[in-house]
């Protein structure tokens, strides 16, 4: 990778599991490509995010991000850790992400910044991105892909792609569905853009349909709130 980056930025993630208090897959691979682009000059500085905590030992994301970092010799001085944010999702990641920016005033003006990621991930987090964007920040957001995704990872985030454009309430109830595996509570549906089977609550399955044909009739892209 010969482009370089003013700042990375890690985004949040999770734990190995309700036992085990150690960085997930995911939040490792980020953390290891933030450190490898740092070792090779690629960038100066990196953004932790995430304040996720473990049920158990209440230690967060950012805290075993922070250790990990250090423990590879990145200097201290050139991890910036975010003012505490409640939200433990992406949009909660990005916020932090733009304070920590807009803090430095020199980067929040005109600078290249790699979120380091999954490429499914990316999906939506581009268009929070242009949601939340406070103070018309200048800078260049580009993806650094931290590992491989499985297909499960893409399929998930492309529901949750589309149910941000149906409605934020119909992405929450995909979301629930698809880590609770309630197969007897919801339906299969064949979208032809893109060819995927996504599973949503019966209730809404008339409202989907009507959205998404009223959406494709029209040229206009997916609304994202």
């Not at 991890?79 to 939200?87: C, G, Q, R, T």
């Not at 609770?180 to 064949?190: A, E, I």
Request: charged share 25%; glycine share 6%; proline share 4%.
């Amino acid at each position: 990778m010969s482009q370089k980056y003013d700042i990375v930025v890690i985004m949040g993630s999770g734990f190995k599991s309700g036992e085990d208090d150690n960085l997930g897959r995911f939040g490792m691979a980020r953390c290891l490509k933030a450190i490898e682009l740092y070792k090779a000059g690629k960038t100066k500085k990196i953004i932790l995010t995430g304040w996720l905590r473990h049920e158990k030992t209440r230690v967060s994301f950012i805290e075993k991000a922070l250790v990990l970092c250090k423990s590879y010799g990145v200097k201290k001085e050139d991890i910036i850790v975010p003012l505490y944010n409640p939200k433990i999702n992406t949009i909660g990641d990005l916020e932090q992400m733009f304070e920590v920016l807009y803090r430095n005033f020199r980067f929040y003006r005109s600078c290249n910044v790699g979120i380091i990621t999954e490429a499914p991930h990316w999906l939506r987090t581009r268009h929070i991105i242009k949601m939340l964007n406070p103070h018309n920040c200048k800078c260049k957001f580009s993806l650094i892909i931290s590992c491989p995704a499985p297909w499960r990872y893409w399929v998930k985030e492309i529901i949750l792609y589309i149910g941000y454009g149906i409605s934020p309430h119909i992405a929450r109830q995909i979301v629930e569905l698809w880590h609770k595996n309630d197969r007897s509570s919801c339906f299969c549906k064949t979208i032809s853009k893109p060819q995927i089977k996504i599973k949503i609550f019966k209730k809404e399955q008339k409202r989907i349909r009507w959205i998404i044909n009223r959406r494709e009739q029209s040229s206009r892209p997916f609304n994202f709130v």
